[in-house]
């Protein structure tokens, strides 16, 4: 049986077009106020990539390399709508400036501006899931591509799906798969992963054109665990016979490759917004601010037609494992690290950080922890990738502050740090011994936690509520410290009680070494 499709819903007004509608205002940035001194950004022709979590990354990587890939090779078919997660503040950015935008690369000789043309429009679902629906079921729409951070992924504790969480788009899908529940309305997606595979069944039901699925977040095997949890979505929302025709399409027709991307790209400040608003004698609400660095290593294992990413710098490889454990272990575990012990020793960023030469020190020694359990990825020497990441953290143009690193621990922490430790534990060469800067980094976090709950302030963790409770209920703080590193799914790979008892101890004596005053 097959339901009615969401009917398309024809771009807004601005998208695509460029065309300046009468109420257009020339103080902001849009085609026809970028400065004619900087090249002219693209102008796509179509939408052929949906991009699920439109932050200010996405708009300094994925779209700034599509756009370069338009640009040498002139396929203007790679526009992309963006879609954003819980709010509409990028779309009420980008959308009065027909979503052109400015990226701001900062590096010690100061910074340069370029504007990027290739997000075409965006969209919130709150407002307008149909349309989003539309996107990724119309043919033309070939790849999706998706930065939801960690948490967006809908995971619980043990790393499958999170059936709570996405449950309302889950029972609408039952019901968009069902012609008997058919309703004429369509329900507002509520959560990223639900939104996709409510997608990817109005893209079968609409006749089945494949499609690529890309994660870009910083989680390891991003692809397949994306993979693994739409299966268990259709299998949780359609079992049996229901979902035949969706797991059969999905096995036939979608892939999920993995990726690896990396660039830093802090939170934009209300005064880089005034200073680029001098520079360009236009106000642009949607500009990004980045690094110099870009970097993109992508699985090749495509349904259909993709952009020339590699015209763009990027590497496509069969294998991107080496190359997202080294980046995860290395350069989101010194972040990370880098964030909490930075938070506790009073540093507001985490180029002030990295200049303290103990908190450098604590980096290094987790980097190697790190370099032991990973394989080189071709041509890279891990020593002086790990040292060029450190150089990169101490860039004080971007002004990435520590705070914003340290959002959402008990997400980023299982990749970056689970991940060394259990392959160091497993690892029997290595004796009883315990990996100290894994230690060192993971009492940074507990101490910052405890510090945080006791100064009554709510941790910046989609787990606070757990967290805080974990602490109040501890009897002092040692006793807290403990209870964090156990904290169930923190560290998923370190299943030996033993393991984690000794472990906590440790981390419960490094915690008077990690905690220091500037
Ligand atoms: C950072 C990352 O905020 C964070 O947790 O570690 O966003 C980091 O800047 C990027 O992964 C760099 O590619």
């Given at each position: ?52 979590g439109i932050g200010a990354?996405h708009r ?22 963006g879609v954003t997660q819980r709010s509409a503040s990028v779309r009420d950015q980008l959308r009065?400036?027909?979503g052109?935008y ?17 997000v075409?429009?965006v969209a919130w ?160 609400e949607g500009?990004v ?230």
């Amino acid at each position: 049986m097959t339901a009615p499709t969401a009917t398309p819903t024809p771009p807004a007004p601005d998208a695509l077009s460029g065309a300046a509608p009468d109420d257009r205002d020339d103080t902001r940035l849009h085609r026809d106020t970028v400065p004619s001194d900087l090249p002219a950004p693209v102008r796509p022709t179509q939408v052929g990539i949906v991009h699920l979590g439109i932050g200010a990354f996405h708009r300094a990587h994925q779209a700034v390399a599509t756009e370069d890939a338009a640009l040498a090779t002139g396929d203007t078919r790679w526009g992309i709508l963006g879609v954003t997660q819980r709010s509409a503040s990028v779309r009420d950015q980008l959308r009065p400036q027909g979503g052109v935008y400015t990226v701001l690369t900062v590096g010690p000789e100061g910074g340069s501006p370029r504007v990027v043309g290739s997000v075409t429009d965006v969209a919130w679902p709150a407002e307008e899931t149909p349309r989003i629906l539309a996107a990724l079921a119309t043919p033309t729409t070939h790849v999706v591509t998706l930065t939801i951070t960690e948490k967006g992924y809908s995971r619980g504790a043990g790393g499958g799906l999170d059936v709570e969480a996405v449950r309302r788009d889950l029972d609408a899908l039952a019901r968009e798969e069902d012609v008997a529940g058919y309703r004429e309305e369509v329900e507002t997606a509520t959560s990223a992963v639900g939104l996709l595979v409510r997608g990817l069944a109005a893209r079968r039901r609409a006749g089945g054109a494949p499609l690529t699925v890309l994660s870009c977040d910083n989680l390891a095997d991003n692809g397949r665990v994306l993979a693994a949890l739409v299966r268990e979505a259709v299998d949780t929302a359609l079992p049996g016979v229901e979902g035949d025709d969706l797991r059969a399409w999905l096995a036939a027709s979608v892939t999920f490759p993995c990726s690896m991307v990396d660039r830093i790209v802090p939170a934009t400040t209300p005064a880089q917004r005034d200073e680029v608003e001098t520079l360009l004698g236009a106000r642009d609400e949607g500009l990004v601010v980045a690094e110099p660095f870009l970097q993109w290593v992508i699985e090749d294992r495509f349904a259909g037609p993709r952009p020339a990413w590699e015209q763009a710098g990027a590497t496509f490889t069969h294998d991107v494992a080496p190359y997202e454990r080294a980046k995860l272990r290395l350069l989101n575990g010194a972040h990370s690290l880098l964030a909490y012990a930075g938070s506790l020793a009073g540093y507001a960023t985490i180029a002030e950080a990295v200049a303290d030469p103990a908190l450098a020190a604590q980096a290094r020694a987790l980097q190697a922890d790190a370099i032991a359990t990973l394989e080189a990825p071709d041509g890279i020497d891990l020593a002086a990738y790990a040292d060029e990441l450190l150089e990169r953290f101490a860039n004080p143009a971007t002004g990435h502050t520590t705070r914003q690193v340290a959002m959402d621990g008990t997400q980023k922490i299982p990749f970056r740090w689970g991940g060394t430790l259990a392959d160091r534990l497993a690892d029997r060469s290595a004796g009883d011994a315990l990996p100290q800067g894994v230690v060192a980094a993971l009492a940074a976090w507990a101490a910052f936690v405890v510090a945080e709950v006791r100064a009554g302030r709510a941790v910046d963790d989609p787990r606070a509520e757990e967290l805080r409770s974990v602490v109040e209920a501890a009897d002092g703080d040692a006793a807290a410290v403990r209870a964090l590193v156990r904290l169930p799914g923190l560290l998923p790979d370190v299943a030996d009680a033993g393991s984690l008892d000794a472990l906590a101890d440790a981390v419960v004596t490094a915690v008077g070494t990690v905690v220091s005053a500037p």
